[in-house]
């Protein structure tokens, strides 16, 4: 490697040993994960990232279990539904608009009068 090289490469990790640590997905705020794709349009909500971890790491301290689900948060008077992962990551959030909206369709795809059956216990 010739001189000029070798000084350059030392500028470079001078600099680089002295910036500060920075993870961009520790430090990014969680945006809603909903979008629509009949109109091509995405949720721009965001929620702190520490706040939907912290609540994560007490679901998990209160179930006692680390198995990955859906759990629900209240941030700034609405109820946000966030993913945490067995590893004690959250992989995402629904805003409390869009948790609405996907709850309604749940409870709708459950009690489709369809798919109703009714049935009368008989007693002898």
Known sequence: ???ARSDVLAIDLGVAAFAPAFDPIVELP??????????GCSCHSRIPRTVVERAWRRELA?????????????????VWQAYGNDAGDVRGVYCPAHNSQRAARSRAAICDAHDVVYELSLAA
């Open 1 to 3: 490697m010739d001189a």
């Open 30 to 39: 969680l945006r809603c994960v909903w979008s629509d794709a009949r109109d």
């Open 62 to 78: 209160a179930s006692g279990d680390r198995e990955g689900r859906f759990f629900h948060l209240i941030y700034a008077g609405g």
